[in-house]
């Protein structure tokens, strides 16, 4: 092979050993440090996943009151009775882990309610009275309670407890019959997100909390012989009561202890991998090549003087060359981009003036147009209201000319029984003078013959009768008047 590719393919090799060796370091780095699995885990900030803008968080299902935000998971809003909840999708398939849940817990009154739940459960997304979740579950929930139910003064409280799904939550008590352990931790209404730190390895369980969020733990709970299935699900669940809090989820963090365990689903079936390893002759090779490549370079660049065959010359300056012609022939592509865009941006500027004049003569007649409707919208109104009031006029002098007739029939009717009235009143009168005059003559006749006795006795009768009669008629007179 000719010497002028030697420096080529020297670098070609250097390439492709710095490519394994950081291949190499970063598989170390991997076994040294944790890994968060991300089949089992989400932090803020959210993004859409969908055209219409709806958060949501791959692998993940929320229900209830539970609204993802673009900093958190809200599970539940500051209101009364409100219920939330977040699930993995994905079982658990590690039999260590660890899970870094961040939280806050939030609100303006007082006390708050009821607190908030990390779930490992059997079962999933099924609401109930625990926090938001189901009671009587299989499985791990580590409560974090606001509410002092029994009244002890012993809330925020921590606790842990593992069920066989035979046991009720025990609310009046705060679940303190029902924990495994716990503490007492003030991580309602921090300054910023409360992280807490929930272990299980080699059957042990250990929770830590941080309240400020600044890696600084404080041990909480310590459990061992505890036994944990595979194959349960992560959640996260929070609920209100009569008091009422803001429960959000900023970050679910979960790291696989035993990450040289490999997973059932890791791959479908074996297969063989060669190692991949350098050994040292091999590298100190390839740093001899380095530093040649890098020590000619740097002489064709500086001094430019020394004697190369042409193959060599051509071999360093035909790329400069080509860079070099690359480059201005980019240069004056981006000039002419400048410029286009120069020319572009006056003609923007010209268009946006343009339909700034167009906008505010829009406006203008707009405007007047809308004054214009106004005031044709007034004079019709006017002008209804006008012919209302005409009509209203003419009604009200038709029934005014229909009262004046039917007042002038009942004047001429109350005369009228007015006028038979007086009558009636002549006809007693005559009638009482009548039996004034009877009275007198039969006290006169009266000490003459029983002849003339009996003859005033008819008398008597017949102007009794007449008497009678003129009442009678003057009692159909008044009926037919009315």
Same mark, same amino acid.
């Given at each position: 092979?000719p010497?002028? %590719?030697?420096?080529?393919?020297?670098?070609?090799?250097?390439?492709?050993?710095?490519?394994?060796?950081?291949?190499l370091?970063?598989?170390?780095?991997?076994?040294?440090e944790?890994?968060?699995?991300?089949? %089992?885990?989400?932090?803020?900030?959210?993004?859409?996943?969908?055209s219409?803008?709806?958060?949501?968080?791959?692998n993940?299902?929320f229900?209830?009151?539970?609204?993802?935000?673009? *900093?958190?998971?809200?599970l539940?809003?500051?209101?009364?009775?409100?219920?939330?909840?977040?699930?993995?999708?994905?079982?658990v398939?590690?039999s260590?882990?660890?899970?870094?849940? +961040?939280?806050?817990?939030?609100?303006?009154?007082?006390?708050?309610?009821?607190?908030?739940?990390?779930? %490992?459960?059997?079962? +999933?997304?099924?609401?109930?009275?625990?926090?938001?979740?189901?009671?009587?579950?299989?499985?791990?929930?580590?409560m974090?309670?606001?509410?002092?139910?029994?009244?002890?003064?012993?809330?925020?409280y921590?606790?842990?407890?593992?069920?066989?799904g035979?046991?009720?939550?025990?609310?009046?008590?705060?679940?303190?019959? *029902?924990?495994?352990?716990g503490?007492?931790?003030?991580?309602?209404?921090?300054?910023?997100?409360?992280?807490?730190?929930? +272990?299980?390895t080699?059957?042990?369980l250990?929770?830590? %909390?941080d309240?400020?969020?600044?890696?600084?733990?404080q041990?909480?709970?310590?459990?061992d012989?505890?036994?944990?299935?595979?194959?349960?699900?992560?959640g996260?669940?929070?609920?209100?009561g009569?008091?009422?809090?803001?429960?959000?989820?900023?970050?679910?963090?979960?790291?696989?202890?035993?990450?040289?365990?490999?997973?059932e689903?890791?791959?479908?079936?074996?297969?063989?991998?060669?190692?991949?390893?350098i050994?040292?002759?091999?590298?100190?090779? *390839?740093?001899?090549?380095l530093?040649?490549?890098?020590?000619?370079?740097?002489q064709?660049?500086?001094?430019? *003087?020394?004697?190369?065959?042409?193959?060599?010359?051509?071999?360093?300056?035909?790329?400069?060359?080509?860079?070099?012609?690359a480059?201005?022939?980019?240069?004056?592509?981006i000039?002419?981009l400048?410029?286009?865009?120069?020319?572009?941006?006056?003609?923007?500027?010209?268009?946006?003036?343009?339909?700034?004049?167009?906008? /505010?003569?829009?406006? /203008?007649k707009?405007?007047?147009?809308m004054?214009?409707?106004?005031?044709?919208?007034?004079?019709?109104?006017?002008?209804v209201?006008?012919?209302?009031?005409?009509?209203?006029?003419?009604?009200?002098?038709?029934?005014?000319?229909?009262?004046?007739?039917?007042?002038?029939s009942?004047?001429?009717?109350?005369?009228q029984? +007015?006028?038979?009235?007086d009558?009636?009143?002549?006809?007693?009168?005559?009638?009482?003078?009548n039996?004034?005059?009877?009275?007198?003559?039969i006290?006169?006749?009266?000490?003459?013959?029983?002849t003339?006795?009996?003859?005033?006795?008819?008398?008597?009768?017949?102007?009794?009768?007449?008497?009678?009669w003129?009442?009678r008629?003057?009692?159909?007179?008044?009926?037919?008047?009315?």
């Open positions: 092979m010497s002028a %590719y030697q420096p080529r393919i020297a670098v070609h090799r250097w390439y492709l050993v710095a490519c394994m060796a950081i291949v370091l970063g598989t170390a780095y991997c076994f040294d944790d890994v968060i699995d991300s089949k %089992y885990s989400f932090s803020a900030p959210f993004r859409s996943v969908s219409r803008a709806i958060l949501g968080i791959p993940w299902d229900g209830g009151n539970a609204v993802i935000q673009e *900093n958190n998971v809200m539940t809003p500051e209101a009364m009775s409100r219920s939330g909840f977040i699930w993995c999708r994905t079982p398939t590690m260590s882990w660890e899970v870094t849940l +961040r939280f806050r817990i939030h609100g303006h009154l007082p006390e708050g309610a009821d607190g908030m739940a990390f779930w %490992y459960t059997k079962d +999933r997304m099924v609401p109930g009275p625990v926090y938001g979740s189901k009671d009587y579950f299989m499985g791990l929930g580590i974090f309670d606001t509410y002092d139910n029994n009244k002890k003064n012993d809330n925020p921590i606790l842990a407890m593992v069920n066989d035979t046991q009720m939550f025990d609310h009046n008590n705060d679940g303190m019959t *029902n924990q495994i352990d503490c007492r931790a003030n991580f309602r209404n921090t300054p910023g997100p409360v992280a807490a730190r929930i +272990r299980y080699d059957n042990r250990t929770v830590d %909390y309240i400020l969020g600044i890696g600084e733990f041990p909480c709970i310590s459990v012989n505890i036994m944990l299935p595979k194959k349960y699900y992560f996260v669940s929070g609920m209100t009569g008091l009422y809090d803001q429960h959000e989820v900023v970050a679910f963090e979960t790291i696989d202890l035993d990450p040289t365990v490999v997973d689903t890791t791959f479908a079936k074996s297969e063989v991998h060669e190692p991949l390893f050994t040292d002759d091999e590298w100190q090779k *390839n740093e001899d090549y530093h040649e490549v890098t020590s000619k370079i740097r064709n660049l500086i001094s430019g *003087n020394e004697v190369r065959t042409h193959d060599e010359h051509e071999e360093f300056t035909e790329p400069l060359a080509t860079g070099v012609a480059h201005e022939q980019l240069s004056s592509q000039a002419v400048h410029d286009e865009l120069h020319e572009m941006r006056s003609e923007l500027r010209e268009i946006i003036s343009v339909v700034a004049v167009a906008v /505010d003569s829009v406006d /203008d707009m405007h007047k147009m004054d214009s409707m106004e005031k044709q919208r007034t004079d019709i109104v006017l002008d209201i006008r012919s209302e009031l005409d009509r209203l006029s003419r009604s009200i002098g038709g029934q005014n000319s229909q009262v004046s007739r039917s007042v002038d009942l004047m001429s009717d109350v005369d029984l +007015r006028r038979t009235m009558s009636a009143h002549k006809h007693s009168e005559a009638n009482y003078q039996s004034i005059a009877a009275s007198e003559t006290e006169r006749i009266s000490t003459k013959s029983t003339n006795v009996f003859v005033v006795f008819v008398v008597f009768q017949i102007v009794l009768v007449g008497g009678v003129a009442c008629q003057l009692a159909i007179e008044r009926k037919k008047m009315l």
